[in-house]
C-alpha cells in the first residue's frame, strides 16, 4: 500500500516562504499526477496546486503567483514551494493522486502563517 509522507511546514510570520516536500512509497510514482491539498478545522480539504506527468502544473486560483508544485520522480518526491504565505494559507498540508485521490491520507504537514 503507498504510504505518502509529508513534511516542511511550520509557523511562520505573513510575508515568508516554505518549502513543502511529499514522500511517495510506491515505484509507479512517475506515472502519476500529484496534488497538495489542504485542509482547515471543519472545512473540506482543498486542491491547492496539482502537477501532470509532464510537470504542467495547474494552481488553485488563491496561490497562483505565490507557489510553485514541482516532482522529482527519481526520489519519489513532490514540492510545494511557497512564498509570500498570508494567514489564509494556515492549514495541513497533504499530498495525493489528482483529480483523482488514489492513496490513503498521509499525516500532513501543518502549516501557520501568524503575526
Known amino acids: 500500500q503507498v504510504q505518502l509522507v509529508e513534511s516542511g511546514g511550520g509557523l511562520v510570520q505573513p510575508g515568508a516562504s516554505l518549502r513543502l516536500s511529499c514522500a511517495a512509497s510506491t515505484s509507479a510514482f512517475s506515472f502519476y499526477t500529484w496534488a497538495w491539498y489542504r485542509q482547515t478545522p471543519g472545512s473540506q480539504r482543498d486542491f491547492v496546486a496539482g502537477?501532470?506527468?509532464?510537470?504542467?502544473?495547474t494552481y488553485a486560483d488563491s496561490v497562483k503567483g505565490r507557489f510553485t508544485i514541482s516532482r522529482d520522480n527519481p526520489k519519489n518526491t513532490i514540492y510545494l514551494q511557497m512564498n509570500d504565505l498570508k494567514p489564509e494559507d494556515t492549514a495541513v498540508y497533504y499530498c495525493?493522486?489528482?483529480?483523482?485521490?488514489?492513496?490513503?491520507w498521509g499525516q500532513g504537514t501543518q502549516v501557520t502563517v501568524s503575526a
Open positions: 495525493n493522486t489528482w483529480p483523482t485521490v488514489t492513496a490513503p
Open positions: 502537477i501532470t506527468i509532464d510537470t504542467r502544473p
